[in-house]
């Protein structure tokens, strides 16, 4: 799944940071990470709720360690491993 980018000029101002989804198979569900942060990964029993706790997660981080980062993308793709 990948993240709808507007057509504006401002979204080529905006960062985009890569998550890759992996189906964890040992015990369910997916884990992601994103490959732009260290560091930055999750877990959910379904992708819309995976997703939903990776954008968490990156709010997270972009708040303490790039407070200056207030608008970015996600890029979601699911790779068979």
């Given at each position: 799944m990948v993240a709808a980018i507007p057509n504006s000029r401002k979204a080529?101002?905006?960062p985009t940071f890569n998550v890759?989804?992996?189906k964890a198979e040992d015990v369910g569900g997916y884990w992601a990470e994103?490959?732009?942060i260290s560091g930055c990964f999750t877990q959910g029993k379904t992708l819309k709720e995976l997703q939903e706790r990776m954008f968490e997660v990156v709010d997270l981080i972009l708040q303490d360690d790039y407070p200056e980062i207030k608008d970015y993308f996600l890029e979601f793709e699911v790779q068979n491993a």
């Open positions: 080529l101002l905006v890759i989804i992996r994103c490959t732009n």
